[in-house]
């Protein structure tokens, strides 16, 4: 089996780097049967990010604090625990968002696409799902898109519900929203499109993230989840992505 390595730029996963690929060699990424990536989720999501064209399965090894879309990590039996691994196909989200100056950018997410209040004063957006206005005026610190496997990140963290794989919805989340002040989010049908106005870009300007990319002074976005484009996640039978979000939803 022919194994790239992507490691985090951190002591621990630059020693597991260097002992793997001496045992397994190091395939150029473009030619290997397996990504093996050495991190955390930030570095998971790095790496799928790279493998721009989804044709490689990943094989993520824990080296980070959460480490939610990774399995332990175990150096024996390597190739083994990849061939006997259970797939998990995942699709990204693809961001549209333009700016003061009307430039386009477009990016994808495997997480969740936010927009975020730049300066002190809140972001008032108004909120749009396929082609109707479901909020005039949103007053927030922001507002985010997340898929099921994003959906126990930032999208947690802001309370917004985790979602199980197989939901075929998004979580459409508030951040800290003051009016109206008693909505919580919404259930998304990942069919549908989601579109963002920026009501008062000028007073209040508002930025956009797909993952770690990041654009300013954003007046407008427009978001759907991508029924072309995936990436596989591969998990150990015992450590599968499906139950640990399930698992999830009955932590305190």
Same mark, same amino acid.
């Not at 989804?54 to 993520?60: A, E, N, Q």
């Not at 004063?121 to 479901?134: C, F, I, W």
């Given at each position: 089996?022919?194994?790239?390595?992507?490691?985090?730029?951190?002591?621990?996963?630059?020693?597991?780097?260097?002992?793997?690929?001496?045992?397994?060699?190091?395939?150029?990424?473009?030619?290997?049967?397996?990504? !093996?990536?050495?991190?955390?989720?930030?570095?998971?999501?790095?790496?799928?990010?790279?493998?721009?064209?989804?044709?490689?399965?990943?094989?993520?090894?824990?080296?980070?604090?959460?480490?939610?879309?990774?399995?332990?990590?175990?150096?024996?039996?390597?190739?083994?625990?990849?061939?006997?691994?259970?797939? !998990?196909?995942?699709?990204?989200?693809?961001?549209?968002?333009?700016?003061?100056?009307?430039?386009?950018?477009?990016?994808?997410?495997?997480?969740?696409?936010?927009?975020?209040?730049?300066?002190?004063?809140?972001?008032?957006?108004?909120?749009?799902?396929?082609?109707?206005?479901?909020?005039?005026?949103?007053?927030?610190?922001?507002?985010?898109?997340?898929?099921?496997?994003?959906?126990?990140?930032?999208?947690?963290?802001?309370?917004?519900?985790?979602?199980?794989?197989?939901?075929?919805?998004?979580?459409?989340?508030?951040?800290?929203?003051?009016?109206?002040?008693?909505?919580?989010?919404?259930?998304?049908?990942?069919?549908?499109?989601?579109?963002?106005?920026?009501?008062?870009?000028?007073?209040?300007?508002?930025?956009?993230?797909?993952?770690?990319?990041?654009?300013?002074?954003?007046?407008?976005?427009?978001?759907?989840?991508?029924?072309?484009?995936?990436?596989?996640?591969?998990?150990?039978?015992?450590?599968?992505?499906?139950?640990?979000?399930?698992?999830?939803?009955?932590?305190?």
């Amino acid at each position: 089996m022919k194994l790239h390595f992507h490691a985090a730029k951190t002591d621990k996963a630059a020693k597991a780097f260097e002992e793997l690929s001496k045992v397994h060699g190091q395939a150029p990424w473009t030619e290997c049967d397996a990504m !093996v990536v050495l991190g955390g989720d930030g570095t998971m999501l790095e790496a799928l990010h790279l493998n721009s064209d989804g044709s490689k399965p990943v094989f993520g090894m824990n080296f980070g604090s959460v480490g939610f879309l990774m399995n332990p990590y175990k150096p024996e039996n390597l190739a083994d625990r990849i061939h006997k691994a259970v797939s !998990v196909k995942i699709h990204p989200l693809k961001m549209r968002a333009t700016d003061t100056n009307n430039n386009v950018h477009e990016a994808i997410a495997f997480n969740e696409v936010a927009m975020l209040r730049e300066t002190r004063q809140t972001a008032q957006l108004k909120v749009s799902v396929d082609g109707v206005v479901r909020i005039p005026e949103l007053v927030c610190d922001g507002i985010l898109l997340a898929t099921p496997a994003g959906s126990t990140a930032y999208n947690l963290s802001a309370h917004g519900p985790i979602l199980p794989l197989s939901s075929n919805v998004l979580a459409l989340t508030p951040i800290s929203a003051f009016r109206p002040r008693r909505w919580r989010g919404a259930l998304i049908p990942h069919e549908h499109k989601v579109h963002i106005d920026v009501l008062d870009g000028k007073k209040r300007p508002v930025s956009a993230t797909a993952d770690s990319a990041e654009f300013r002074d954003i007046i407008s976005l427009d978001i759907h989840q991508s029924k072309s484009l995936s990436r596989t996640l591969l998990f150990d039978a015992d450590h599968h992505l499906e139950e640990r979000i399930l698992k999830e939803q009955y932590l305190s």
